[in-house]
């Protein structure tokens, strides 16, 4: 079937149609695509943009079809300098001020509205001669921003083409380093777990941010971090040499050693350091070798030399042997973000985290531990606590609170519950749906939607049955659960689970393991009083 045969086939399908993924799948792996798709014009290469932009709104940006989609979206418009329909801003936005709120060293940034609402409008200062040079890179940027839907990533509206402006919304907190200015009491480390779920998510997608700072951390209404600006770098890079210069040795203070010498800040681990930069600022409120020059301060990163320990309050020995670990010389030496969400975690509940902090290197293993690394409360529910600002002195202990013997599982009277969407394998044909999953009373009991859990349940299965796996290298994203329908029945069966980023997949993958081991330690304690029972019933044995 031929390229052309391919996309009519994929025109005629409904964006729900089962066949769609292998169509998409089809469309990317033909070997004569590139050449048809680069000879598309005019109206059959805007039905061909939107058309892929209409499919990745429907499929999970971790899955593996949607991310070579949004490749070749990327592609797509960045050689033909176009964008799909629905990015364009029609002409109701409006300008608050006609001064900038803002300056950037490649950008001014309004206040404006659109729709009712307060948007932020970001203009790129370029010239005629450069607008060519750039609209690539604006349009790949434009592209990747739309698809990154997460409560820590500052969300994409759209773009003005004429002038080139990105319309984003609008964070009334400014800045990280202004909020904590005007809020010294804010929660420092929830504040860098903010930070470090959006960057994970970022690298669950195989993107990355590329100028992480403390400018490009805003903070939005509810005083939660949100991430901005990523990927500019590679739009501003088209524009000239002196800004270049300029946005760069401002950055310079977040870089890594390799990006100051080789000039490549696009990788994960790049970011992992710009991330341990951020730990100082959090904590001190100024940027990174706040007192040295720019110039100085590159120097002193390519050297190896990295800025003191702030003595501020709440900076545990845990999150400083974290925040070094993340600033090793050797980028496979470093850990990755996902590692990194799982420490801040513990010390988010005022708990000693594990100190395996696994690099980049062997992509075999899983990134948490078995505990994982949420809060439950007594009703199950997953929520952050507020740090007690207490040091940590020991690493393995923290020895700030008594120890208590007791199983802390079976403090609760069921184990713990959790709801939410995870996408369950079907068949080869249909590969996989996602479905409303409840972990509750010991039972994990699927639905086809939400509005369905009240109705019986497509399938179900005993926590206190079940043998978890999670898969090599999925970061805990995909997993299995292994059981046996029934006492004495041979044949083991398998439920294949996937979740939309790691961050739920641990959620998930925690709140099973906790439910396993809540039986566990109930069988124990049972088995425990049944021994003591027995013990005083027996007759003793005199001598």
């Known amino acids: 079937m031929s390229t052309s045969q391919v996309l009519q086939h994929l025109?005629?399908?409904?964006?729900?149609s089962p066949d769609l993924l292998r169509y998409l799948y089809y469309l990317i792996q033909n070997d004569d695509e590139d050449q048809y798709l680069s000879s598309l014009q005019g109206s059959e290469l805007t039905r061909l943009v939107d058309f892929l932009d209409g499919a990745l709104d429907v499929i999970p940006i971790t899955d593996d079809v949607s991310r070579r989609c949004l490749h070749k979206l990327q592609a797509i418009c960045g050689r033909h300098k176009i964008l799909p329909s629905s990015y364009n801003i029609p002409g109701d936005?409006?300008?608050?001020?006609?001064?900038?709120?803002?300056?950037?060293?490649?950008?001014?940034?309004w206040e404006g509205t659109y729709d009712g609402k307060k948007v932020c409008i970001?203009?790129?200062?370029?010239?005629?001669?450069?607008?060519?040079?750039?609209?690539?890179?604006?349009?790949k940027e434009a592209v990747m921003w739309k698809r990154l839907?997460?409560?820590?990533?500052?969300?994409?509206?759209?773009v003005t083409q004429k002038p080139l402006r990105f319309v984003s919304e609008w964070m009334p907190n400014g800045t990280l380093t202004e909020y904590l200015s005007e809020n010294p009491g804010a929660n420092r480390i929830g504040l860098l777990l903010d930070v470090a779920e959006g960057l994970t998510f970022l690298h669950a997608i195989y993107t990355t941010h590329g100028d992480l700072k403390g400018p490009n951390v805003l903070i939005d209404h509810t005083g939660h971090a949100r991430l901005t600006d990523f990927g500019f770098t590679s739009v501003v890079r088209g524009v000239n040499s002196v800004l270049v210069t300029e946005v760069q040795g401002y950055s310079a203070r977040w870089a890594a050693p390799e990006v100051l010498e080789n000039g490549d800040q696009n990788t994960r681990e790049a970011d992992v350091f710009a991330f341990g930069m951020i730990v100082i600022e959090v904590f001190t409120g100024s940027h990174p070798f706040s007192e040295f020059t720019a110039l100085v301060a590159v120097s002193k990163i390519i050297a190896g030399e990295r800025p003191d320990r702030p003595q501020e309050p709440g900076l545990t020995d845990i999150i400083w042997d974290m925040t070094l670990r993340s600033w090793t010389q050797d980028p496979a030496h470093r850990p990755?973000?996902?590692?990194?969400?799982?420490?801040?975690?513990?010390?988010?509940?005022?708990?000693?985290?594990?100190?395996?902090?696994?690099t980049s290197t062997p992509p075999e293993m899983s990134v948490y531990d078995?505990?994982?690394?949420t809060s439950i409360s007594v009703d199950g529910k997953i929520t952050p606590s507020k740090p007690s600002g207490t040091a940590v002195t020991n690493h393995s202990l923290n020895l700030s609170t008594p120890i208590d013997r007791e199983p802390t599982l079976l403090r609760q009277s069921s184990p713990p519950t959790l709801?939410?969407?995870?996408?369950?394998?079907?068949?080869?044909?249909?590969?996989?749906?996602?479905?409303?999953?409840?972990?509750?009373?010991?039972t994990l009991s699927y639905y086809?939607?939400?509005?369905?859990?009240n109705i019986s349940s497509r399938g179900s299965i005993a926590m206190k049955t079940v043998v978890l796996k999670v898969a090599s290298g999925s970061n805990e994203q995909r997993f299995e659960i292994h059981y046996t329908p029934s006492r004495g029945h041979q044949i083991v069966q398998k439920w294949y689970l996937k979740a939309d980023h790691p961050v739920e997949g641990t959620r998930w993958t925690t709140m099973i393991r906790k439910n396993i081991d809540w039986y566990k330690q109930k069988e124990q304690r049972e088995l425990a009083s049944r021994m003591s029972e027995s013990s005083l019933r027996a007759p003793s044995m005199r001598s």
């Not at 078995?370 to 690394?373: L, N, R």
């Open 11 to 16: 025109y005629s399908l409904d964006t729900s």
């Open 336 to 358: 990755t973000m996902a590692s990194v969400v799982g420490i801040l975690r513990e010390c988010s509940r005022s708990c000693t985290p594990s100190l395996h902090l696994l």
């Open 122 to 139: 970001k203009r790129l200062r370029i010239t005629q001669q450069t607008r060519k040079v750039i609209g690539k890179a604006f349009c």
């Open 448 to 453: 086809r939607d939400q509005e369905d859990e």
């Open 149 to 158: 839907k997460h409560p820590n990533i500052v969300g994409f509206i759209g």
């Open 370 to 373: 078995a505990e994982g690394s």
């Open 93 to 109: 936005l409006t300008i608050i001020d006609d001064d900038p709120v803002a300056f950037g060293g490649f950008s001014d940034v």
């Open 419 to 442: 709801k939410g969407y995870l996408q369950k394998y079907t068949n080869v044909v249909r590969g996989y749906s996602t479905r409303w999953f409840v972990l509750k009373d010991g």
